[in-house]
């Protein structure tokens, strides 16, 4: 086992300005495994799904190396179901609609298979049950968590405990504000990386991705699409991308990093294109290839320092 | 002359969430002129200004090789006033008062030895009076225009006709989006390069700016700053040190326009650590090419593409 990753398996329904998919296949722990597949081949997922769950979703991420064995499938319930409108600027969305369903009982064993797992991704989830994932895996080489702000305001405390014991955690740029009440980044990543974890990743959508150490800085733009149908499963894609990366390099170091964030982010490029995890289906090592060398076009330039 | 702006010399009053100025000098031309002021030495500035506007500032501009004999001083008027408060965010800013005053008389009447200045810098400002400007120059190498939405709120078929004449236009995202009617920004910039311009610059403030020409983009990060004092001017400062190091290394190559966005936005972050053009008052070429290795630090990164 090279990654195991806990978070949701869902159904989603999605509005944006521009159409609209009615009940999608989603969830943390789905765009993250599909998205590390391109790198991995034996990954583990735990998670809890209802007996709705469809039969060749399950087929279709076995067929990607993904160990099911952790996913719980509760008969005779409803898998969790998320409904949610984007704004026309595709960067911000309301929530029109939650049913935890079998989210509620949620409590992950790992198989024993999985313990030994070096690289951990812990999807956006009640930091109780990331906490729990933690207590069973027996000495990870990283620990990547992504959380949100609903779990800022609902579960401070909790939430601290588990962001102690992680290697990185990734936020967007309005969750890291909040969780060190500061306004500048600079500062709010210096905070943040007291709490604990030796770097933050911190996600602004369109505008990119910067990745802190405590001494070190990187900025990785997103790429300006021609489209963006649906940025659902955006952020976890890129996380996806991000540790499938570094498990398969097997480098932690901070310009291994960079290079992990860059791929990440042409993952999650390609997340946007259609709903769903449709274009994640889709595309091939060559592709992402491909849209990695259009990063390296974007921010390429030479200078020499002008002379008097 | 090497280079020509036109634009607004003024006072600004401006509240940030972190503090106030009370009346500081401010003004698109000597934001511009101040940042360009680093890499040229004939630099011709057209506006106006009241009788209260400081000699020492005019003295102050002089010094560094801006000819102020496009400068109308009208006696028993007043300066152009703005007031503005920032939001907590410091990317949005309300207006709390606009005092045209002397603006309302900016007739725009070139000296004879600025008309041959082979680079202009069109400030935000009346498209009317911008048009005025490229009337009277000879045969300029390159035209570089700053707009907002307020003119394409109240003035777009003028507006339109002063971006089919210039050879880049600068606005911010929201602007690009407006005057094209796209939401996708490479859509955007594909529509407005189709209305004249070569080249598109969209200025996206702390999440950096992008260059468009017909076939290539290029992105350029915004430093994140450990304090963003006041934003004011930054697009301005940008502008100034974009152009004014075009003009200095004549080179009008996309490669090379990558170079001048970096400088441009090297300048615009030294420009929000202090209220006003203080900031701009105090550093060196030495301290900008200290920043510029910042930024090639920012985004370096190599990679080679993953091999199955």
Redesign the interface.
Same mark, same amino acid.
């Given at each position: 086992m090279q990654l195991v990753t806990v978070g949701t398996v869902a159904f989603d329904r999605i509005e944006t300005?521009f159409g609209k998919a009615d009940k999608v296949v989603g969830g943390a722990a789905t765009y993250i495994s599909l998205a590390s597949s391109f #790198?991995l081949d034996k990954l583990g997922l735990v998670s809890v799904v209802g007996d709705d769950f469809p039969k060749d979703m399950m087929d279709l991420l076995r067929g990607r190396g993904v160990d099911l064995a952790g996913l719980e499938v509760l008969q005779g319930k409803e898998s969790f179901f998320w409904a949610g409108r984007y704004h $026309?600027?595709?960067n911000s969305r309301d929530t029109l609609e939650t049913r935890l369903n079998v989210l509620l009982d949620l409590d992950p064993k790992l198989p024993e298979h999985f313990k030994a797992a070096p690289y951990v991704l812990l999807g956006n989830l009640d930091p109780k049950v990331q906490a729990k994932v933690l207590d069973q895996v027996t000495d990870p080489a990283l620990v990547v968590m992504d959380t949100m702000n609903f779990w800022m305001d609902s579960a401070l405390e909790d939430l601290k405990k588990v962001i102690a014991r992680v290697d990185i955690l990734c936020v967007n740029d309005a969750e890291a504000r909040q969780l060190s009440g500061e306004?500048?980044?600079? &500062?709010a990543a210096n905070k943040i990386l007291a709490m604990g974890p030796k770097y933050l990743v911190v996600k &602004?959508g369109e505008?990119?991705a =910067?990745l802190f150490s405590e001494d070190r800085? #990187? #900025?990785?733009?997103a790429l300006?699409?021609?489209? !963006?149908i649906d940025p659902t499963g955006a952020g976890d894609t890129f996380a996806g991308g991000f540790i499938g $990366?570094l498990a %398969?390099t097997q480098d932690h170091s901070f310009?291994n990093l &960079? %290079?992990a964030i !860059?791929?990440g982010s042409a993952l999650a490029s390609f997340c946007c294109e259609k709903f769903g995890v449709e274009r994640l289906l889709q595309i091939t %090592?060559e592709d !992402? *290839?491909h849209r990695?060398?259009q990063f390296?076009d974007?921010?390429d #330039? *030479? !200078?020499e =320092?002008?002379e008097?």
């Open positions: 300005p #790198f $026309y600027d595709m306004h500048s980044l600079v &500062k &602004k505008h990119g =910067l800085v #990187f #900025f990785a733009p300006p699409l021609e489209d !963006i $990366y %398969r310009d &960079k %290079r !860059i791929v %090592r !992402i *290839d990695v060398q390296i974007l921010v #330039f *030479d !200078i =320092l002008v008097d």
